[in-house]
Structures are given as structure tokens and as C-alpha cells.
């Protein structure tokens, strides 16, 4: 199956610290690296190594790390076909603190803004050969808003990963099979709802994930089910919920049961945490399926 990645490409500019400063604190940093990164992008790579067939739809500077994420996409087998370079603009910049296992990000969108309706008809052809697709909200929301118009009567199983939080228009929640925000960004999706509540009216459309909780969704029996996270030895959980997203997107191409995905997108998730940087602890998909047992 073809699965389609609609989102962000950034180089994460990531600081270690013992903590992260309180408002107004300032902070002596231990380590500064760079790193591939951009929910998209991440995504993307997180499928590659589990052995999927994924396309990389988005935008990056026509610069020096724009040349660089490109060419690591490429490394991990990512169809890298279609990201358009842009000239006059900077690729994506997240700047990332960790400490005490957490983490903040601020993102720079830059060529991110331009993943536009233009771009999408430039390459509307080979996003709607997909089976899947996948977005995320470091681009336009208008974009990921077409990109569900254009799919409306297509086979194609949607999936938008929330995040950065922002409210979704009924027009998309209504045609996606699949929405995946944390435990924070469900209460800005749905603030006049429960957890509870929330997951029992999108019944096998909302998962929600809570970090040391596990993961939970609405089943159409009206039970809610719960998937335990894997214990990990936590070093950085920068990238735990793209791997977790792009796992879970996998295993639906899989045809694992919905349980089964969820499992196996939280292996590979925690597995992720137990390396620096968003993509260094994505994983395969041996190494995921040993613990699936």
C-alpha cells in the first residue's frame, strides 16, 4: 500500500539542559546538536523504516539544510520526488530544550507555509495514488482542509495527527477515519467534552495518547479501550508521538486490528525515547515486532 505524508520538513536545533528554565530563567546547556526533524518528515522516516512505501509531500528552503533533510529522507527510503524547493525562503527550524526527560519546541515554519493549494495541485495526481494519507498541523491549515476536499470520494483512509493543537472544522472531522492528539491537545479540540465523553462519541475515530498512560480510544461496543505504553529508559521523547503516529499508520496498512496497531505504535514509540533526537530512535520493524509478543 501507498502511503502519503502531508506536512512539515525542519532541521531541529536541539539544546540539553538539566531541566527545562522556568519563565524567565536562564539556563548553562550541556549539548547542542542538529538534527532531521519536522512532524511530516518524521512521520515519514518513521514508515520508511518499518518497511512501508511512503511519499514525502511538503517544502523546504532551497538552502543547505533544506539539501541535507532531503538527503537523509532519501537515505531511510523515503520517496523524496515531490518536496519542492523554495527559493527565497528558509527551510524549517525547530529549536528544541530537553531536560528531565520533556521537552519544549518553538518551529520556525518558513518554506512549511508554503505546502499551499498550488502545491498540492502541482502534485495532486501522485497524492491521490496513495492509499493513505497523513497530516499534521505545521502546515496551513486551508492545505490539510483541501487535501480532505480532494479526498472525499476517494478509497483513501485519512489521518491527522493535531498538532501543534488548534480546533478542527467539522468539514475535516466529519471525513477523516483517524485523529491522534495528545492528551493535551484533546481538550483544545474538545473542551466542552470529557476524555470520556470525547472518546465515546468519536467511537474508532479518536486515539488519544498520555505519554506514561498509555493510549486510549472509543470501541463501537462503547467500551474504551486502553493500551499500555512500553516501559522505557527515557533519554529524549522528542519524535515519541511522530513514531508513534507513523507506527500506527503502518500497522493499519498491515491490516492489524486496531489494538494490535495501537500496541505496535506504542513499542515503537518507547523504543524512540530511549535515543537522542526526534528520528535517531526510530526503529524497524523486527525490532518492534519481537516485543509485540
Known sequence: MQIGVVGSINMDMVVSAERIPLKGET??????????????????????RLGGNVIMFGAVGNDANGEKLISSMKQDGVNTSFIKKIDGENTGLAIITVGENDNTIIVISGANNLVDRNYINSVKNELLSCNIIIMQHEVPQDTNEY?????????????????PAKSVPNTILERIDYITPNEHEVKILFPNLTLE??????????????????????????????????????????????????AFTYGITQKYTLEQALKFANI??????????????????????????
Open 147 to 163: 487535501v480532505v476536499q480532494l479526498c472525499k470520494d476517494k478509497d483513501i483512509t485519512l489521518i491527522l495527527n493535531p498538532a
Open 197 to 246: 465523553e470525547a472518546l465515546r462519541k468519536y467511537k474508532e475515530k479518536l486515539i488519544v495518547t498520555q505519554g506514561e498512560k498509555g493510549v486510549s480510544i472509543g470501541m463501537k461496543d462503547d467500551t474504551i479501550l486502553n493500551v499500555p505504553c512500553r516501559k522505557s529508559a527515557v533519554v529524549d521523547t522528542t519524535g515519541a508521538g511522530d513514531t508513534f503516529n507513523g
Open 268 to 293: 515503537a514509540a518507547g523504543i524512540s525515547t530511549e535515543k537522542h533526537g526526534a528520528q535517531h530512535g526510530m526503529q524497524k520493524k523486527d525490532v518492534v515486532l519481537i516485543e509485540m509478543i
Open 27 to 48: 539556563l548553562i546547556g550541556t549539548t547542542l546538536s542538529y538534527n532531521a526533524g519536522g512532524k511530516g518528515a518524521n512521520q515519514a522516516v518513521s514508515i520508511a
